[in-house]
């Protein structure tokens, strides 16, 4: 060390203390992740998304990633992506019916459990472009979005069957790998996210899954949520980028690291508007394409997103496409009554927040600004629906799905009362026009 630097670093002695005190942190504690982006409030205006799970098991119509080693055998199953040669995949038409469903973002299966990669990979050759098919599905479907103003995410499995350096392997994660790594596995994941945000970004969401297993721990997992956040500030992350889920039910135990918000699957998930939420839900059965799977009606989708928006919970529902590449159509007409019936009514839904009125057996409410949406989806026989009482005054009742509506207010309650002919199959929607701002009445 020469004189003049000596001096320099007696006189501002610091500079030798700083350095020492960037190393220790990498042993200390993580620092806390940054707080959820600014920017979530449009997404959970937007309400109602497109999952698809999709990838060569396609071919053989059985679960992705779940039916490797199981159902399928592990060596046929990895020699799927050799025949997987979709032609009739137009993005554009995907991205078209996600939007003539009323959908408003769309999360594509960049890889499941099963470890094949929809795009062009730079650290793996077990990817699309590697398949006869040749064409990366990521670049073209977030292309088609962009063009359709649809906002595009991935779903990306944290555990990877698959891939050598992951510690566990198929059937659903009871089997252990020869010689893992999972140092090597972590550095894998992030650069394969790198990718994904910055050669198809900006995303909306990053839909973190397959978190349960023990390599994963919550370093990695606030390691892999910086990481992620740092690449792009407002990207939205689920809670299952974090351990401690609470199975199913997609709420994280108290405490743990959550990411942005929670994931109930294949289930509604409960009224709940201190964190936001999201239902992923199969159209049919299956995530993958099932050949002939029993699709859900349109009661059953609608009711299900209007139940959804009445907890104060986005929905995403799921369609997993043909081998062929193409959503079964019986699917995408599905879709498309769903949007004519949104085009109607979905003032009622869209950017609107769940409640006063909790969900019942009778059906949910919505509110925003000085109005009340009451939607009455079992009138279970009964002449008049009887609602708790709220503080606000009512100035004006009507019926948004067409006929007359009766509105009593008292101390007691709000009783509404619907002609027969009036009431709805799907949804009949009550507006209820207060005095003053609905999100001042706590929920109840
Ligand atoms: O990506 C979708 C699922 O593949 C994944 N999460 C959603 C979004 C998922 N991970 N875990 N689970 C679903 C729950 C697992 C349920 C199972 Fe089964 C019951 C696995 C084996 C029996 C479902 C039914 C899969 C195969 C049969």
């Not at 969401?205 to 023990?214: A, M, Q, Y």
């Not at 390599?215 to 351990?243: E, F, M, T």
């Not at 509506?405 to 009783?415: F, I, K, L, T, Y």
Request: some cysteine; glycine content about 8%; aromatic content about 10%.
């Amino acid at each position: 060390m020469n004189s003049t630097l000596l001096h320099f670093l007696r006189t501002f002695p610091m500079l030798l203390v700083l350095p020492l005190r960037l190393l220790a942190s990498d042993s200390s504690p993580q620092p806390a992740p940054p707080p959820p982006p600014a920017n979530l409030e449009w997404w959970r205006e937007a309400r109602f998304g497109m999952f698809i799970h999709w990838g060569p098991v396609s071919l053989k119509g059985t679960e992705i990633g779940w039916s490797r080693g199981a159902e399928v055998p592990e060596a046929e199953y990895d020699r799927l992506y050799r025949y997987f040669n979709p032609t009739r995949f137009d993005a554009r038409a995907w991205a078209r019916t996600a939007k003539a469903a009323g959908m408003k973002y769309l999360v594509l299966t960049s890889k499941h459990h099963d470890g094949f990669c929809l795009w062009d990979s730079q650290y793996t050759n077990y990817d699309v472009m590697n398949t006869p098919f040749g064409r990366d599905v990521i670049k073209e479907l977030s292309a088609a979005c962009r063009k359709e103003r649809v906002v595009f995410c991935t779903y990306h499995s944290i555990c990877d069957w698959w891939h050598p350096d992951y510690p566990l392997g198929s059937p659903g994660g009871k089997s252990k790998k020869p010689s893992p790594n999972m140092d090597r596995y972590h550095a894998y994941l992030k650069n394969q996210l790198t990718e994904l945000i910055r050669n198809y970004g900006p995303l909306g969401i990053l839909w973190f899954d397959g978190e349960w297993e023990s390599p994963w721990n919550p370093d990695r997992a606030v390691d892999l949520y910086r990481h992620c956040r740092q690449l792009q500030d407002s990207i939205i992350i689920n809670n299952r980028v974090g351990k401690g889920r609470e199975d199913m039910a997609g709420t994280t135990a108290g405490g743990a690291f959550a990411g942005d918000y929670d994931t109930p699957e294949q289930r509604i998930g409960k009224f709940q508007n201190d964190r936001p939420w999201e239902s992923c839900i199969t159209i049919c059965q299956q995530w993958a394409w099932k050949p002939d799977d029993q699709l859900k009606s349109l009661r059953e989708c609608l009711q299900t997103l209007v139940t959804c928006v009445g907890g104060d919970g986005n929905l995403l529902l799921n369609v997993g496409p043909m081998p062929d590449g193409r959503i079964e159509p019986r699917q995408v007409e599905r879709l498309r009554e769903m949007g004519r019936w949104l085009k109607r009514y979905g003032k009622s839904l869209y950017a609107t927040r769940g409640g006063p009125f909790k969900p019942g057996a009778w059906g949910v409410s919505t509110h925003q600004g000085k109005t009340i949406y009451v939607h009455v989806l079992d009138w279970r026989n009964e002449e008049t629906l009887k609602l708790p009482a709220i503080e606000k005054r009512i100035v004006k009742a009507s019926l948004v799905t067409g006929g007359k509506v009766r509105c009593a207010q008292s101390a007691q309650g709000v009783e509404l009362r619907v002609a027969a002919s009036s009431r709805q199959d799907l949804d009949t929607i009550v507006k209820l026009q207060l005095d003053g701002s609905a999100s001042e009445i706590s929920p109840r």
